[in-house]
């Protein structure tokens, strides 16, 4: 990987050319995470859209300048998210971030077929990149936002979009975990039939650039010494997965969420890939730092082809 961690990542995209564009910028939380990119060197200037005097407001209270900052007057959430597309196309702006905006309509806007930032055939999948201190290094979940129960096809694209990221960042041929409830193969349990088909492609090469193992539960994901236990003893993933891939939304967003808030040692980055921009996806809950993060990481993305 290009960079160890995200202060190692942060430190590498200083003093770079981004201009933001943040549909709801009446967030808190995200006015913080800018102006935390700002005093960080990750921002040139950026296009706030929202309610602009609330927007002002809430900048005054956390001591953001509004100096490299363009407003757009708007009261009305769906019309945010168009008219931050918009500033994209237009050349404006770099990438998007999320502000106090529904999901629905910041994914609509992107997905619009006339503002043609999604190709044909690709999907948009949430990918969040963990820093965790009690794991050697940086993983990722995915897809934890978007698809609610995806398909076989759909878990092929997840791998894929999160395989090019991968890529962008320095990991050759990253090694991904089909995360399940269990190990072994259970025709009552879908995610693990889904698991066994994905390792299978992987061998016959239907599905490249990767190494894929499982049904593995998190346990075995994690620890090779776990897996050893459970009689895996001569595989890759075991104690060294990149990207662990949840059977549905109803795991993956829990277990994301989870991590951030419990887990001790624990940084996060949300983005959604699979368009021709990078785009930030924190759930409006997430600290801060973690849309810190995130601006780093799209901000090192914009640069890779």
């Keep these: 990987m290009k960079f160890k961690n995200f202060t190692d990542l942060i430190t590498q995209v200083k003093g770079k050319s981004n201009r933001v564009v943040v549909p709801g910028a009446n967030n808190s939380e995200a006015l913080e995470a800018i102006k935390m990119a700002d005093e960080n060197g990750l921002i040139s200037s950026g296009i706030l859209i929202g309610p602009e005097a609330q927007v002002k407001e809430m900048m005054s209270a956390i001591g953001l300048k509004e100096d490299k900052f363009t407003f757009i007057e708007c009261a009305d959430v769906p019309t945010m998210c168009n008219l931050a597309v918009e500033q994209i196309i237009k050349g404006n702006g770099d990438f998007l971030v999320k502000g106090l905006v529904d ?22 999948t ?18 934890s936002a978007i ?22 960042i ?33 061998k016959k090469g239907d599905i490249k650039g990767c190494v894929i193992e499982g049904p593995y539960d998190v346990y075995m994901t994690f620890s090779k010494e776990l897996a050893a236990e459970k009689g895996i003893k001569n595989a890759e993933i075991p104690g060294d997965v990149d990207l662990c891939v949840l059977p549905d939304l109803d795991a993956a967003n829990p277990l994301y969420k989870a991590l951030t808030f419990f887990g001790e040692g624990v940084k996060a980055a949300t983005i959604l890939v699979g368009a021709k921009i990078p785009v930030i996806l924190p759930s409006r809950a997430d600290a801060p730092n973690t849309k810190l993060n995130a601006i780093a990481l799209c901000s090192f993305l914009k640069d890779q082809k």
């Design 126 to 143: 949430h990918f969040v990149l963990f820093e965790a201190a009690k794991y050697k290094k940086m993983f990722a979940v995915s897809d």
């Design 170 to 202: 320095g990991v050759e041929n990253p090694k991904v975990s089909m995360v399940c409830p269990v190990e072994k193969v259970n025709e009552k349990i879908p995610s693990t039939v889904d698991a066994a088909a994905l390792v299978e492609m992987n």
């Design 147 to 168: 698809l609610i129960s995806p398909t076989l096809e759909q878990k092929v694209k997840i791998i894929n979009n999160a395989v090019s990221v991968f890529n962008k």
């Design 103 to 124: 999901t629905k309509y910041y994914m609509k806007a992107i997905l619009n077929k006339e503002a043609g930032l999604v190709p044909e055939g690709a999907i948009l």
